[in-house]
């Protein structure tokens, strides 16, 4: 299967490209600046990666992006990018929840050895609130069992089946989490959603008929917004030059 995948969501950039040849998976992985910065680095990194895989776009099986919640500018350039690569290759998009992708990252990275488990993943969404979300793996296989949503640190419930918490606001918001003290010694697994995470959740995902059309791929707002920054405003901008630039490269 030949894959390409990156999430902007948050401050870093994560892109991985994988190909089959003769029945063995090779990856080629990048990271960088995310967020508001992802607009000037994605699509010449994707395409260096693609070159170093001697990969063309319409070779891909699906191209997979981290479609949020996360920093809204770099989920709106991810988007953008996805839909752009994919409307000239003529293949589908696989978007991925990001905090599922953090779930993976950190079974991967501390409880590969486990049957099953429930991760409860903890992104810092700034202005004083997480993102959160939870999801149980059993055989490779993943549940959702609460939803994306918003929480103040002094708000967060843990329900005790969680087997582990992962994230990355384990020292931005220390003793303001009370609700960890009801977990006591579940492991607690620095993460974030990666490029190869993506890549291990990909064949699962697209088996259950996830993967949509470029037009229908969507990123996952959380939080309400009634205005935008002049950030946001410029970074919309470099989204649709992005989409553009995409477009023309896959057709290349």
Request: proline content about 5%.
């Amino acid at each position: 299967m030949n894959l390409l995948a990156f999430d902007t969501s948050t401050d870093v950039m994560s892109i991985a490209v994988a190909r089959t040849v003769d029945g063995s998976v090779q990856q080629w992985q990048h990271e960088g600046a995310g967020g508001a910065q992802a607009s000037t680095g994605l699509i010449a990194a994707i395409l260096e990666l693609m070159q170093q895989a001697d990969l063309k776009f319409d070779a891909l099986d699906a191209i997979c992006f981290g479609s949020g919640p996360g920093s809204f500018t770099g989920l709106r350039t991810a988007c953008s990018v996805a839909q752009g690569l994919a409307f000239g290759a003529n293949v589908p998009v696989l978007p991925v929840a990001s905090l599922l992708a953090v779930a993976e990252e950190a079974r991967c990275a501390a409880l590969a050895d486990e049957p099953r488990g429930e991760i409860t993943v903890l992104l810092d969404a700034r202005m004083d609130e997480m993102y959160t979300a939870s999801y149980a793996f059993e055989g490779g296989r993943w549940t959702e069992v609460q939803g994306s949503h918003l929480v103040r640190p002094e708000e967060l419930q843990v329900t005790p089946a969680a087997t582990a918490l992962a994230g990355n606001v384990f020292t931005v918001y220390g003793e303001r989490l009370p609700g960890l003290a009801a977990v006591g010694g579940v492991p607690r697994i620095t993460a974030l959603p990666s490029a190869s995470a993506l890549l291990r959740l990909a064949p699962g995902l697209l088996a259950q008929g996830r993967a949509v059309p470029a037009a229908q791929a969507l990123p996952i707002y959380i939080r309400d917004k009634v205005a935008k920054t002049t950030e946001e405003r410029a970074a919309e901008k470099a989204a649709a030059q992005a989409l553009l630039l995409a477009q023309a490269a896959a057709a290349d």
